[in-house]
């Protein structure tokens, strides 16, 4: 998208985040800036020049809290958004999208769910406390990841791609869900947590190894300080340095320029009132 479209985007993105916040200081539930966010609040105060999304993290019980909460949110502004709330979501993790927008990732533009320019919120949860456990949750957790991915993935695979998803897709979402629970209850006192339905955290950084690889400290979620992120202030871990070598490693220089790009390719991006880019 140009340049203008993905500002504007930015900003709408933005008075979700500010959203999120208010509801989340006025009910005591700890949330954190996360991933390019948290990086661009450090490096930038603000966006990274060319991402296109905001990512936040709470820890399972803070974001049962905030999704309980939901009704508190402004429905002018925005609204939460998970399987529970939309039975044709199928991420294992929710959105706050603003409301009166519409934003079709390209490539799922045949996925009925809500649309509308968005936040993730993942819930982060724990992992076993040895290596052979995480080994092994990984790879639940990847076919359940890529059995619900299948709906997306078949319809613009080829050859054993897309019999290997034609294979997955006969498995039901609602038996992908209630897998997905399962792992959820487990390892609930873990020292490290991960977003289960996301590859690991820590293979973003190739220098990480052992059970570092699989999930993050929880105290990255847990003790905070304000951050100015576009002339606002919101939360991320107090130990920048700590969550964004981990995530980033070398996290203050800046890509070469061809790295430099979206994350998210729209087929059809609508802010509010109407106006908005189409096929960008």
């Known amino acids: 998208m140009d340049n203008n479209t993905l500002r504007r985007l930015q900003l709408t993105e933005l008075e979700v985040l500010t959203e999120l916040d208010r509801v989340c200081r006025e009910n005591d539930i ?17 966006f990274i020049p060319w991402d296109d999304d905001i990512d936040v ?20 502004i925005a609204y939460f958004q998970d399987h529970d709330t939309d039975s044709s979501y199928i991420w294992g993790y929710g959105k706050l999208r603003r409301t009166g927008t519409r934003y079709v990732r390209a490539g799922q533009e045949h996925i009925k769910s809500n649309t509308g320019i968005f936040i993730d919120v993942f819930p982060m949860d724990g992992i076993p ?11 639940r957790l990847y076919f359940i990841r890529k059995t619900l991915w299948s709906r997306v993935g078949y319809k613009n695979a080829r050859g054993v791609e897309r019999l290997f998803y034609g294979f ?3 498995f039901s979402v609602e038996g992908c869900f209630k897998a997905l629970n399962k792992e959820i209850a487990k390892n609930t006192d873990s020292d490290r947590v991960r977003i289960l339905m996301m590859p690991c955290d820590g293979k973003a950084n190739k220098l990480n190894r ?3 690889k699989y999930g993050m400290e929880k105290r990255f979620l847990t003790s905070r300080a304000l951050y100015l992120f576009e002339n606002k202030y919101f939360y991320g871990t ?7 070598n981990y995530l980033f490693n070398d996290y203050m220089t800046l890509p070469p320029e061809e790295k430099r790009v979206q994350n998210s ?5 609508v802010f509010c009132g109407g106006a908005g880019d189409h096929g960008k």
């Not at 107090?238 to 964004?244: M, N, R, S, Y």
Request: charged share 30%; with cysteine; glycine share 12%.
């Open 210 to 212: 052992g059970r570092k």
């Open 30 to 46: 700890e949330y954190v800036i996360a991933f390019g966010t948290m990086l661009g609040a450090v490096r930038h105060n603000g």
């Open 168 to 170: 997955l897709k006969r």
């Open 129 to 139: 406390r040895g290596l052979i456990g995480c080994f092994f949750q990984d790879i």
């Open 57 to 76: 993290m709470m820890t399972r019980p803070a974001y049962e809290k905030f999704k309980g909460l939901r009704d508190k949110l402004n429905p002018e």
């Open 238 to 244: 107090k130990d920048f340095d700590g969550v964004l």
């Open 265 to 269: 390719p729209a087929a059809e991006i």
